[in-house]
C-alpha cells in the first residue's frame, strides 16, 4: 500500500512538473529586495495574489526597516499547484513556505496529520474582528490552517434598466418565490430570462444550499456527503423549474466565467444573476457595458427573515510544515491577509470584500474608485446589511469530491438532460461513497 501510494504520488509530481515547465502561466522572478532579510517562498495560482503578496511585501519592509524580508512569489496554474503543493508535503520536501490553497481543494491538505501549521496564534489577536465562518471552513479538530482574502458574500447582481422595463422593483424581491415570479414577469414583458444558471461550475447552486437554515449544506457538520438531503433534492428541484418555466438558462459558455458569457451578459441577455462579491471585477473587465446598470442587492431568501448570504468560494493561504522561519512566515501572513491595513488593500487592490468587518464602514473602503463608479456607492452598505446572515459551508475531506460531482454531472445532468434532480443527486452519492 506504502510502496503504492509513492508510486502514485511520484507519477504526480513528474506530471506536475512537465505541465507546469510547459505552461507558460507559471512565473518565477527570484527574490525581491535584493535577497536581503529573511527568505519567503510562496506559491498561489493566481497572478493578481502573487502582485498583492508583493505589494505587501514592500510595504512591510517600509514598515519593518530592521526585520526585513525578500519573497519569491510563484504562480502555477490552478491543478499544477495544488497537485504540486500536496506531492511536496507528503514527500517532506519541496514545499514552500506558503501557499495559497482553494477552496474546494483544500480538504485535501486536511487529510490525516495535516502537514501545514495551525494558526491560531496570529489569528486569535484578531479573531473578534473576522467573519467567524471565514475561519472555520480551513478549520479541523478546533485548529485553524488557512486564512481568507474575502468573505465572499453571495449577492445578486440585477440588471436594474431590464427590470425597469418589466416593472420590477429588485426592492420588492424579498424570498426565492417572489424571485420566480418576478422572473415570469421580465419573461413575459421584456422576453429576457430573469437569469443563468451555471452547469459547469458551482456558484450558483452552492450558495442556494449554504443559505438554508442549519449547520449541514453539501457536506454534514461531520463531514459526511449529504448530497440526498430532501432540502437540497428542492433547491435544484427549484432551478430546474426556473429553466423549465424559461425564467433561466444554462449559463452560455457553461458558467459564468467564459467570454462566451460575458458577451452574452453584455448585451443584455439576462436580467440577474447570483454570484459572490468578488464577482464585481468580472463586471468591471468583463462587462463595460453595463457600467451603471447593475445594482447589488442581498440574496432572497427561501423563507421571510431567513439567512439572505453566504459566505462562497475562497483562498485559503497556508504555512507549511517545511517552512524554514514558520514565525516569521506567519507574521507576514497575518500582516497581509488578517491586519486592518491589509483588509484595506485588499479591497483597494483586488476589489474584495474584506473579512474583516470591521473594516466595512471604514472611510478609506468606501472612497471612490473603478467599483463604486460602476455600481454605484453603497457596495458595502448591502455587504453591512446581510453582516448577520452570511452563512457558512462545511469544508473537509469529501469537498474535492462533492465539488467534483457538482460541476461535472448533477448541474448537467439536471439542468440539461433534466433528470430528476433527486435521481441526479442519489446516484453522485452512491458513486462518492
Known amino acids: 500500500m506504502k510502496k503504492g501510494l509513492l508510486g502514485m504520488l511520484a507519477i504526480i509530481l513528474v506530471s506536475s512538473m512537465f505541465l507546469a515547465g510547459c505552461n507558460k502561466g507559471s512565473s518565477d522572478k527570484g527574490y525581491s529586495n535584493s535577497g536581503k532579510g529573511t527568505k519567503i517562498e510562496l506559491w498561489t495560482f493566481n497572478e493578481l495574489h502573487e502582485q498583492y503578496y508583493e505589494h505587501m511585501a514592500e510595504k512591510w519592509n517600509e514598515e519593518n526597516p530592521d526585520d526585513q524580508i525578500s519573497i519569491k512569489a510563484t504562480t502555477y496554474p490552478y491543478e499544477d499547484l495544488h497537485n504540486k503543493l500536496l506531492v511536496a508535503l507528503q514527500s517532506g520536501k519541496g514545499a514552500p513556505d506558503i501557499s495559497d490553497v482553494e477552496i474546494s481543494k483544500f480538504g485535501n491538505f486536511l487529510k490525516g496529520e495535516p502537514q501545514i501549521l495551525p494558526l491560531d496564534d496570529v489569528i486569535d489577536p484578531e479573531r473578534e474582528n473576522i467573519v467567524q465562518s471565514r475561519l472555520d471552513i480551513y478549520a479541523k479538530d478546533g485548529k485553524t490552517y488557512g486564512i481568507d482574502f474575502h468573505v465572499g458574500a453571495a449577492v445578486i447582481y440585477y440588471n436594474k434598466e431590464i427590470l425597469d422595463k418589466a416593472g420590477v422593483n429588485p426592492d420588492d424581491i424579498k424570498t426565492w418565490a417572489d424571485y420566480k415570479e418576478a422572473g415570469k414577469t421580465v419573461l413575459e414583458k421584456t422576453g429576457i430570462p430573469m437569469t443563468t444558471l451555471d452547469i459547469e461550475d458551482q456558484w ?123 514565525d516569521v512566515a506567519k507574521k507576514f501572513l497575518a500582516y497581509a491577509k488578517l491586519s486592518k491595513e491589509g483588509n484595506i488593500e485588499i479591497w483597494k487592490q483586488l476589489g474584495f470584500d474584506p473579512i474583516r468587518s470591521d473594516v466595512w464602514d471604514l472611510p478609506e473602503v468606501n472612497e471612490e474608485n473603478k467599483f463604486t463608479e460602476y455600481f454605484g456607492p453603497n457596495i458595502f452598505g448591502t455587504l453591512l446589511e446581510v453582516k448577520n446572515e452570511i452563512e457558512g459551508v462545511n469544508i473537509g475531506e469529501r469537498t474535492p469530491d462533492v465539488s467534483n460531482a457538482v460541476k461535472t454531472t448533477i448541474l448537467f445532468q439536471s439542468l440539461v438532460e433534466m433528470k430528476d434532480p433527486k435521481q441526479a443527486l442519489e446516484e453522485a452519492a452512491n458513486q462518492i461513497k
Open 204 to 326: 450558483s447552486f452552492w450558495p442556494q444550499v449554504a443559505q438554508l437554515e442549519g449547520k449541514d449544506d453539501l457536506l454534514k457538520e461531520n463531514g459526511e456527503v449529504n448530497l440526498t438531503d430532501p432540502r437540497i433534492v428542492e433547491v435544484l428541484q427549484y432551478e430546474q423549474d426556473l429553466v423549465k418555466e424559461g425564467i433561466a438558462i444554462p449559463s452560455p459558455g457553461n458558467d459564468h466565467h467564459s467570454e462566451e458569457y460575458y458577451g452574452f451578459m453584455n448585451n443584455g441577455g439576462a436580467a440577474s444573476v447570483w454570484m459572490p462579491m468578488w464577482y464585481m471585477g468580472r463586471f468591471t473587465d468583463y462587462m463595460p457595458d453595463l457600467k451603471g446598470k447593475i445594482v447589488i442587492k442581498p440574496m432572497p431568501a427561501w423563507s421571510e427573515g431567513a439567512p439572505r448570504s453566504a459566505g462562497m468560494g475562497g483562498t485559503g493561504t497556508v504555512v507549511t510544515n517545511q517552512s524554514k522561519d514558520p
